[in-house]
Structure formats: C-alpha cells, structure tokens
C-alpha cells in the first residue's frame, strides 16, 4: 500500500512522513514529493520513495502518483495558482486510481468568505466533481503561525491584528500532520469532513497574555482596522498582495471562521491537542 506526500519538503509535509513512519508504515510505501527532490534526500536516505511533482506540470503528476493508493494532497503555498494547480493534482490522482485522496483544507472552507477559504471551497468542489474518494483534513491556523513572531513581538511588547475578539483554534504543525498519518492509516475516513483545531481557541489579546505569562514581559494586543494592518505588514517587508491575504485571514478569524469546538482533532490523534502555552513556552526556550 503506498501512500504519496506532496509538498513532503514543506513544514507539514515533513512532519507528516514522520508521522507515517511512526505509526509504522515501512519507508518503501511512503513516496514523498517536491519540485526539487535533492530537498527530501534525506528521506531517501532513510528509504523513502522520493520523487519530483510540480503541480504546475501534469507529466511530473502522473509519473509521482504511479501505483499509489493513498495521496496527501497538501495545498500549495501561491494563493493565486492554487487551484488551477490542485486540479491538475486531483486529475491525476482520478488517472492513478487512488483509493483515497485526503486533502489540507481550511476551517469552514463551504462558508468562510475570505480569500484563502474560497481557493479552499473551489478545491474540495472539485474533488466532489471528480468523484474520487476523498476525506476533507479542514485544519485551522497553525500555532507556528504566532509562534515564529515570538521574538518581534516581544521586542515591541505588542501581538498586532484585526481579529477582534474572534477566537481562533490554532493548533500546531505537527498535530495536524498526525492527524493526516492517521486517516491516511487507518480506514473510514472516504467522505468525511474533519473540523480539524487545538482544543484551547484563544482570541489575540488571550495570545499576548500567555506570552506576558510565558516570557515574563508585559505584551499587549493591539486591534487595527485592515487598513492599519495593511501598512504594518507591508512596513515589514511583506508583498502587498500577501499583506492583502493576511488581513483578510484575520478578518475572518473576528467572524469565528477559524474557530471550530468539533474536538476532531483530539479524536483523531486519540490525545489532547499541544496546548498554545507549551508551543509559546518551546518556542522561547
Ligand atoms: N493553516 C495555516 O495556518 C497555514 C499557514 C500557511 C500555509 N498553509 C497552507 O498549508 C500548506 C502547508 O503548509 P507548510 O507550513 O508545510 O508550508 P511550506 O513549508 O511553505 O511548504 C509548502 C509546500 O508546498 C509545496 N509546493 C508549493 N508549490 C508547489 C507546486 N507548484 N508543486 C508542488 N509542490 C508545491 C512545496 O514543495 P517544493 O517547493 O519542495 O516543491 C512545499 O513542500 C501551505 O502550502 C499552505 O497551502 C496553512
């Protein structure tokens, strides 16, 4: 039974074929996929099946998905091709006649309105329009997320966002990816959607007073109106167009879109969900 990784380079993606290896699965029924294979030698090294997908070339689809049952079809990073590229992904995965295509979507991704939900929506569509057996892993945000920010935001002693007061099931990278090792493991899963969150959701000003707790400085939450996030995010260095997704994202965390109390999470992992103290606190260590 081989199970197929895109993106296995990526954060997630890694973490998922450590998942897989150890719940057990032998390395040779792994394959693991990048756009530059050299990326996941080590994976080959250990004896994983290593190949080159570019979601963008449909040739390099078909040979990477070649006599897989299962495929984790991560969602890729350029917001724009995104889904252009996943349906050149599903397409293929219809053409290797995998039993399962399990895919990283987003929390509510049928009624959330922001950007990143709807290249989600249109995706999961399509899987449905395929007809492949599919299982949504509708993840919220990452904790990491927060976390890589910790040294900025301790220097200015301030969380900026536009969430509100909207709580957010950020989880972390890697309890997601055991949730994937799972229903890529075990059986049931085919037509599921999974609400996929940390069981501790936490509005941003809950998020500055742990790290005050964790790291002992005083650090407030600032709420601004998009346009103020904007012009921080761009001060910083980040493309307009990426700033423009990201206050959006935090537009819908204030809507409770990326807040889910399904507890699926936990139940899949069979374990409580890393709680944000512990992230924040591995993080300063
Ligand atoms: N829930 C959240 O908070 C959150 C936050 C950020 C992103 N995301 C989504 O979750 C995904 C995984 O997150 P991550 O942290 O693991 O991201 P990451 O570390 O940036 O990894 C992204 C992966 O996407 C692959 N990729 C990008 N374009 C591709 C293409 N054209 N063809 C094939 N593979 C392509 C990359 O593979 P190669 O470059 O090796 O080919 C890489 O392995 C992201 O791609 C994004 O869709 C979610």
Do not use: C
Request: aromatic fraction near 4%; charge should be negative.
């Amino acid at each position: 039974m081989s199970i197929v990784v895109t993106g296995a380079s990526g954060q997630l993606g890694r973490l998922t074929v450590e998942a897989l290896l150890a719940r057990g699965v032998p390395a040779a029924d792994v394959i693991a996929t990048s756009r530059d294979i050299a990326r996941i030698k080590d994976f080959a090294d250990r004896g994983v099946v290593v190949r080159r997908a570019d979601f963008v070339e449909p040739d390099s689809l078909a040979a990477a998905f070649e006599g897989a049952d299962k495929l984790l079809l991560i969602s890729t990073t350029t917001v724009d091709e995104r889904v252009a590229n996943h349906r050149r992904a599903i397409d293929a995965a219809v053409t290797a006649g995998v039993s399962l295509v399990a895919y990283t979507s987003m929390s509510h991704a049928d009624r959330a309105t922001t950007v990143l939900a709807s290249t989600h929506r249109v995706t999961e569509e399509y899987l449905r329009e395929r007809a492949v057996p599919s299982v949504m892993l509708r993840n919220s945000w990452y904790l990491e997320n927060y976390t890589a920010q910790l040294p900025l935001v301790l220097r200015n002693g301030v969380v900026v966002g536009s969430a509100g007061q909207g709580r957010i099931s950020a989880a972390a990278r890697a309890d997601y990816a055991d949730a994937a090792a799972v229903v890529l493991t075990t059986e049931g899963h085919a037509g599921e959607v999974y609400e996929l969150g940390g069981d501790e959701a936490f509005t941003l000003a809950e998020l500055a007073a742990a790290i005050s707790a964790a790291s002992g400085k005083q650090v407030t939450y600032t709420d601004l109106p998009a346009d103020g996030l904007a012009q921080v995010l761009t001060g910083a260095g980040l493309p307009a167009e990426l700033a423009h997704v990201l206050v959006d994202a935090d537009l819908g965390m204030s809507r409770g879109e990326l807040f889910t109390a399904s507890g699926d999470l936990r139940r899949l992992i069979g374990r409580p969900t890393t709680p944000p103290a512990d992230a924040i606190a591995d993080a300063l260590r």
